[in-house]
DNA sequence: CCTCCACTGGAAACCTAGGCTC
DNA sequence: GAGCCTAGGTTTCCAGTGGAGG
């Protein structure tokens, strides 16, 4: 083991430190020049700039795939408007609604930003929907506060019967003297048709689409982020194309581009190389995927996880039925609530969007209509994840 | 062409754990 | 403490269904 241990040190010892500024490519970092983003960027500072003479910007909805630079260009914006902003009046906050999970902590994170006073704070749960909503405008009435709301997927709100949307857009004279401005971003080219038409014509004021980027632009793209990140030189170029091509097959996903040239120079550095070769980033690649499986897997609930060991045991794949059998069977030995089959049966279809399990729904005819079933998962990472769950030992 | 299986998936109602207000 | 509220997971109920076998 002390041989492993200093074999590591000796590596890193021999590689030199391959990066210069590492913070240049990771998730959160904006930079100040967003290119092929141009258009975007002047529309969008365009619409907010009336801010700055005190008047309300129209609101505006933000449409493209992941990774295309919606969140980045919105946040830039913003982040040069409060630079600006002379008289201190521009308050901005950036909620992601997915990220937040449901409407009422959307709207405890935008409740964050506000100042409240001590009684008004909001909490983790406990008010209704209205009251927090109230309290919202209440401090950016009385603090008259111009107040720009970037909301990130917010696709996620427009299913609330409490119309929150409809409010926000609708917030004009009660929040007066202050204003709210809603920059809405959306994944879901979709989106648009579950939308309350009232809530449409006055969020979608000023539409703008991100298109995905193109190969050569997310080679581009990398290439100006691995000369801030990395030191001369350690970076060839067919690296860059390699990463480029494998994201831009994916939908010009510059996040994901990003992401994957990261943790190919941790690849590189840890391994001792010389430079970040295309050997690395297809080792990314991998270790990408397996930390997503293995992330996923670790966070599940315990009957999922039972679930999920219950359909491992057939390795053809399966239906319903089956799984349900070997699941009630399992769940009864480690003496945990054995769930309904139709519980079971839409944990499955969660365990499908994960993409931990696949279950598509066929017909076979006389024999009825079920979902095939078959675990994406081999048996060892299944096990090592979830071995670790005291109690599920007894599983494989 | 019709039947009928083994479910699917929508809807509503229920439950628990938390927190509010009075 | 009583009587409200919410989130989020679950149960109950049930109409709906694709297509192989008749």
Redesign the pocket.
Known sequence: MDDGIDAIFTKAKQGRALFQDRSALSPEFIPDHLPFRESQISNIAQVLGTALHGSKPSNLLLYGKTGTGKTAVARLVVRKLQNQDDSKQILATYVNSRIA?????TLFKIAEALPLEEDKRI???????SEVVGRIFESIAKNGIHFVLILDEIDYLVNSEHETLYQFTRAGEQVAPGFLTIVGISNDLRFKEALDPRVLSSLGEEELVFPPYTTEELRSILAERAKAAFKPGVVPESTINLCAALAGSEHGDARRAVDLLRIAGEVAEREGHQSVDEECIRKASQKVERDRVEEALQSL?L?NKIIIIAASKFPGGT????VYLAYSNLARKSSA???????V?????ELDVLGLVEAA?V?????????RIKVLIDNETLARVIGEDAGLLDLA
């Open positions: 999970g449901t409407e009422y902590r909490p983790l749960t406990g008010l209704s929907i609930p009957q239906n319903t039925g089956e609530e054995v769930l309904t089959q139709r519980r049966s839409g944990i499955l279809a729904v017909s076979k005819g006389r024999r009825g209509r079920t979902k």
